[in-house]
Nanobody
C-alpha cells in the first residue's frame, strides 16, 4: 500500500525551528520527484520545494529560500523539511508528496500525498 506520513508539526514561537519528517511506504522515494507543500485555510496548496532525482537538483520557492531546507534519507525511505526562522505567516498545514511527472507549481500533478501536519507559529 502506497503511503506517505508526515510528522513533526506543532506550535513554535516566531523565530523558532521545526523539522518535519515524511515516511514513505509501498514505493521508493528516490525514484520519484519529491516535494513539500503547504496550505493556508481557504487557499490552494502552494509549492515550497521539490527535488528532481534525474538532475539531482532542489528548487525552493522564493518565500522559503534560505529558511527552509529539504533533505532525504534514501536508506530509510524518508524525506525531511527543516524550517528555520519561522514567522506567524508560515502557519499552515504542511504536506509531503511524490510524483512521476511533476509539473512545477502544479501540485495536482503529484501522485502521492500525505495527510499533512499542522505547523503553528505564534507567541
Amino acid at each position: 500500500q502506497v503511503q506517505l506520513v508526515e510528522s513533526g508539526g506543532g506550535l513554535v514561537q516566531p523565530g523558532g525551528s521545526l523539522r518535519l519528517s515524511c515516511a514513505a511506504s509501498g514505493f521508493t522515494l528516490n525514484e520519484y520527484t519529491i516535494g513539500w507543500f503547504r496550505q493556508f485555510p481557504g487557499k490552494e496548496r502552494e509549492e515550497l520545494v521539490y527535488f528532481l532525482p534525474g538532475i539531482g537538483s532542489t528548487y525552493y520557492a522564493d518565500s522559503v529560500q534560505g529558511r527552509f531546507t529539504m533533505s532525504r534519507d534514501n536508506a530509510k525511505n524518508m524525506m525531511y523539511l527543516q524550517l528555520n526562522s519561522l514567522k506567524p505567516e508560515d502557519t499552515a498545514v504542511y504536506y509531503c508528496a511524490a510524483g512521476t511527472y511533476y509539473v512545477p507549481n502544479a501540485p495536482e500533478t503529484m501522485d502521492y500525498w500525505g495527510r499533512g501536519t499542522l505547523v503553528t507559529v505564534s507567541s
